[in-house]
């Protein structure tokens, strides 16, 4: 079949590689017809992971079941699904409390809790952006999508990452209906943040960033752009809501911050967020912190270490959440949204490209090309 290939950093290639097949009773097979580039495969591609070439990468995955393990029950050949990128078992005690993301079954691991599709450090899986995906767990990990699944079919496969993950955020947050949120990045996740406290009733959000394209995007959806290339954001945040700071907070960059000049600083959102929201509000923390030493022998120890000012956190009373979404755990409720009408997170596309242009899309994407906001693949 055909994938994209992880060759190197910068380095990737659509080739042909063994077909994924069933491997496992209990697996799915599916054959995928929308895929997306996310965020997140930018730390793999930027070559910050140590991921080893040969992945499949593609963790956004949507298609149709085109063969079921002696095993499997709930799903049937021809059901349109959508998968969760992270994969559980749902019978772990994570995942029986809901916590898919750090499911304590499928990773190879038994120091590891979570597994993904094609992502470094979250096991084996390949990924979707190929022609078919194996689906451990197909009974559990496929979330069936009503009639309209063809029709709305940009809507869903966002169903897999960055609306639950966008919404997971403002959960972490604990955000109320009447609450101002601040969000710090406007890329996809950001984006989705800020459109999920839209929707759960926030009385004001703002969303921080310096790409135009990306703060217009938010702006049409009635959210505040903060331009931190043209002033300090804290301050910009401050004045709009009277010098008190946001109800709640939400990280959506990771350790990939800069400021518009470029300059890394991998603390600067979290401390930013501190200061933005008021003593005692709530902040919720999606961005990735990733490897920063990539030869520190212990998988764990190899995450960030970030200067995080943890003194003004504790003396302002704040909260935070952490972590994956759990994106089983919202799924049905969010394509029950969309499937309403009441949610239609595919104003978010970009592009749309066939798998063969899936190299250019990278390209574009990583380099945050004006107009680049998210890229859907169709194998
Ligand atoms: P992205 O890289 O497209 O967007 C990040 C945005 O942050 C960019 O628009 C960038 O300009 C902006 N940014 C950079 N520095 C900033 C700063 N100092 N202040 C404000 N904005 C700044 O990525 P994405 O797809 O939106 O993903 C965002 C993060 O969420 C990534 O770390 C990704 O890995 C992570 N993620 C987490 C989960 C999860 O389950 N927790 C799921 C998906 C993605
Ligand atoms: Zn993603």
């Known amino acids: 079949m055909k994938a994209l290939v992880y060759d190197g950093p ?7 590689v063994p077909d994924a097949r069933i491997e496992q009773s209990t697996d799915v ?15 793999m591609y930027e070559g910050r992971t140590g991921l080893e070439p040969g992945m499949v990468l593609g963790h956004e995955n949507l298609g149709i079941v085109a063969e079921v393990g002696d095993a499997v029950v709930k799903v049937t050949t021809g059901d349109r699904v959508c998968l969760p990128f992270n994969i559980g078992c749902g019978f772990c005690r994570n995942c029986e409390e809901g916590l898919t993301a750090f499911c304590l079954t499928v990773h190879p691991d038994p120091k590891m809790a979570g597994a993904a599709f094609g992502f470094a450090g979250m096991g084996p899986f390949w ?10 767990f197909g009974d559990f990990n496929c979330l069936r999508l009503p009639e309209d699944a063809e029709d709305k079919e940009a809507d869903y496969v966002m169903l897999s990452d960055i609306f639950p993950t966008g919404w997971h955020c403002t959960r972490l947050a604990d955000m109320q209906p009447g609450n101002s949120v601040v969000v710090y ?48 954001p804290v301050e910009q945040v401050l004045d709009l809501t009277g010098g008190r700071g946001a109800d709640r907070g939400c990280e959506c960059v990771g350790y990939q911050a800069h400021d518009p000049q470029g300059h890394e600083d991998a603390a600067m959102t ?4 501190v200061d933005s929201v008021r003593f005692t509000g709530h902040i919720g923390v999606v961005g990735i912190f990733l490897p ?7 998988e764990l120890e190899r995450n960030g270490k970030i200067a995080f000012d943890m003194g003004k956190f504790w003396f302002k009373g704040q909260k935070a959440g952490t972590g994956q979404a759990n ?4 799924n049905r409720q969010l394509r029950d949204l969309i499937h309403q009408g009441r949610a239609t997170p595919s104003w978010i596309v970009s592009h749309e490209l066939p798998l063969a242009e899936a190299e250019s899309g990278y390209q574009h994407f990583d380099a945050r090309d004006n107009g680049w906001t998210k890229v859907v693949l169709h194998p």
Request: glycine share 10%.
């Open 10 to 16: 910068r380095e990737v290639h659509v080739k042909d």
């Open 29 to 43: 097979l599916v054959k995928i017809t929308s895929t997306n580039i996310c965020g997140s495969d930018l730390h």
């Open 127 to 136: 990924g979707g952006q190929a022609e078919y995906l194996r689906v451990p």
């Open 185 to 232: 990045g406007a890329g996809p996740v950001g984006l989705m943040a800020a459109y999920s406290a839209m929707i759960q009733g926030a009385s004001q959000v703002m969303i921080v960033d310096r790409h135009p394209d990306r703060l217009r995007l938010a702006e049409q959806i009635g959210v505040t752009p903060i331009d931190d290339s043209i002033g300090d």
């Open 270 to 273: 979290m401390n930013r967020l």
């Open 292 to 298: 920063q030493d990539q030869n520190a022998p212990d």
């Open 327 to 330: 994106v089983k755990h919202y």
